[in-house]
């Protein structure tokens, strides 16, 4: 079996490994994105920054859990934007440069006018960027100063703004990629990335945020986190997020010929895995980061080299857009086969999830004997699946060909 080599090239940078730390808190400083890549991250978006004019206060606490505590189901965040401002990035980003030479260093950068753009464009390029991820998909909202105000709250909600602010920001970036970022929250995600590649953009990255709200405090009546009694719209991330990133990668990469970075919700080699067969060229990780550490970068990789090396694979290039084919529109997908749940009877431990389940949100297939045995009935079982995604007991119930 030959041996993987997990270097892919993502909008003509050369990144030692597909896995980058995505602009968060993670990345904030020099000294912890210094720590990731001595962990063996490939490369770091710093966390994003704009001009000094802009006014940049947080109000804390600014996360509150879903779920919170060891599985922390999906993270709610109400963060804005970096507390350094353009220049002190940009000497992050230098000294980064300098002593990781061959690690990729982008900056996230956010705006409000042209000029605004074009001015922290060419200094992040300036200090040696190798890439720029223009951030208009906060869920905390990206606006263009005058009378333009996007179809939304953030400007990757309008296509046409969109394409613009990516032509302002490619054409100040010259040789340097332009990366955009964008939300989910949109009626149809292909529009708005045909958009930034009408605009010049040398790539996509695809998930920001889900704008949500996690919850609403029972005493004080208001959203959480609570600050001194009121809540606001936040951007959700984390586990939960990561069907909503796959299917937007899988859009993109349908409808646009551009590098795609995947984000939102990769805890595991096999959710990176995924990314790469839908689209994605290479991944960003965040939340994940926030609870386990840099650390992951280990598993992620070693995970990913030995499934490529079991397929047969010598790089992640070789299996981007693998998936696509097999996503169909459900008209497709064949109709009419007879599948019936299996139940194991070594494994079955008798909790009655499955004919809960099976009785009050499906068919009535799955009974309950007196010796809490479950058992099917194969003529009632229509094969729909959700005993499996019940039951407590890995590998207990199976679906099965009639
Ligand atoms: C606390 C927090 C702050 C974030 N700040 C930024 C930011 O400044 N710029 C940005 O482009 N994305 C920001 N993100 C979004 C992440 O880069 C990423 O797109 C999102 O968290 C989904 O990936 P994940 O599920 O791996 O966290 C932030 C996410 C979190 C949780």
Known sequence: MGKADLQVTYCGVKLVNPFLLASSPVTDSQEMVARGFEAGWAGAVLKTTTHPSEENSIAYPMMAGLDPGSSLVGLHNTDLLSDRYIDEMCEQVIWLKAHFPERCVGLSLMGTTRAQ?????????????????????????????????????????DARLTEKVTRWAKTAAGRTPVVVKLSPGVTDITRIARAVKQGGGDGICAIDSIEGIVGVDLTSFAPLPVVQGYGTRGGYTGRAVKPVALRCIADIAGAVDLPLSGVGGIYSWQDAVQFLLLGATCLQVCTAVMQHGFGIISGLSDGLCRWLEDGGFSSPAEVVGRGLGKLVQHEAIPHGIKVVASIDTELCIGCGLCH????????????????RQAVVDRQACVGCGLCVQVCPVPGCIQMVND
Request: charged residues 25%.
């Open 117 to 157: 753009w074009e001015e922290l464009v060419r200094k992040a390029c300036q200090a040696g960027a190798d890439l720029i991820e223009a951030s208009i998909s906060c869920p905390q909202g990206s606006m263009v100063e005058g009378d333009e105000q996007p179809d939304g709250r953030m400007i990757s909600q």
């Open 356 to 371: 809960v389940a099976c009785r009050d949100g499906a068919h009535q297939a799955i009974f309950f004997k007196q010796d």
